[in-house]
């Protein structure tokens, strides 16, 4: 249980161009979904968090108008990077919140990473 | 600031020998800290979650002491296997904040 997949695993597009990453949940109900990009040999760095049915918060420093995030269901959430340039290629990973598990010991599950590459 | 402070940054073992990884802490106020497991290319996954009051929790032949206290925390791994060979990653968190160490690469060799 507590699955977490991530599409596209890997993805190329060129400069200015959007792309659109899932994060969902397979086996469980996330309330929150949290996402994370990941620098060669860097720890994940939160993005943003994303909650059902409201709008994302954003870390300071991350463009909301560039990183749109979606979490439109309990399972599904997205990242749609627009006007991509080669500085925002990174692995970029999600991870979700069980929304059965209460309390601040919860335990958080990580998707598998998307590699975006952009030329 | 919170922050959380890994230690080797990387190390090299020999197939079958074990070690041990370190973790400091300044996160406050403490809900937990998780080591997570991170193979090249893919997500963390969860190894041990200890909250204040525990000190040690293992997880097969990984093993994970917290001392709140002096606020550290050492993650053994007994008897390494080639499959050990990954990034491990000590997160710490306040409330439902996760801060994230660095990692300590680990490289295990025949």
């Known amino acids: 249980g507590a699955v977490v997949s991530q599409h596209p695993s890997w993805v190329i597009c060129k400069s200015g161009t959007s792309v659109k990453i899932e994060c969902r949940s397979l086996?469980?109900?996330?309330?929150?979904m949290f996402w994370y990009r990941q620098f060669p040999k860097q720890s994940l760095m939160l993005m943003a968090t994303?909650?059902?049915?409201?709008?994302?918060?954003?870390e300071q420093g991350v463009e909301k108008d560039k990183f749109l995030i979606n979490h439109a269901s309990l399972t599904l959430s997205t990242l749609t990077v627009t006007s991509a340039h080669p500085e925002d290629s990174s692995f970029y990973i999600c991870?979700?919140?069980?929304?059965?598990?209460?309390?601040?010991?919860?335990?958080?599950?990580f998707g598998p990473g998307t590699r975006l590459t952009v030329t | 600031k919170n922050q959380v402070e890994q230690s080797p940054q990387s190390l090299i073992i020999l197939e079958g020998k074990n070690c041990t990884l370190q973790c400091n802490y300044t996160v406050s106020p403490f809900s937990n800290l998780r080591w997570y497991k991170q193979d090249t290319g893919r997500g963390p996954v969860s190894l041990t979650i200890?909250?204040?009051?525990?000190n040690t929790k293992s997880n097969g032949r990984y093993t994970a002491t917290l001392d709140a206290d002096t606020k550290q925390s050492s993650l053994h791994i007994t008897a390494s296997q080639l499959s050990d060979s990954a990034s491990y990653i000590c997160?710490?968190?306040?409330?439902?904040?996760?801060?994230f160490g660095a990692g300590t690469t680990v490289t295990v060799r025949a």
């Open positions: 991870s979700a919140r069980d929304r059965r598990l209460a309390g601040k010991n919860y335990e958080q599950y």
């Open positions: 997160v710490v968190s306040a409330y439902y904040k996760l801060s």
């Open positions: 086996d469980f109900q996330a309330t929150t």
């Open positions: 200890m909250t204040f009051s525990e």
């Open positions: 994303s909650n059902e049915g409201s709008k994302a918060t954003y």
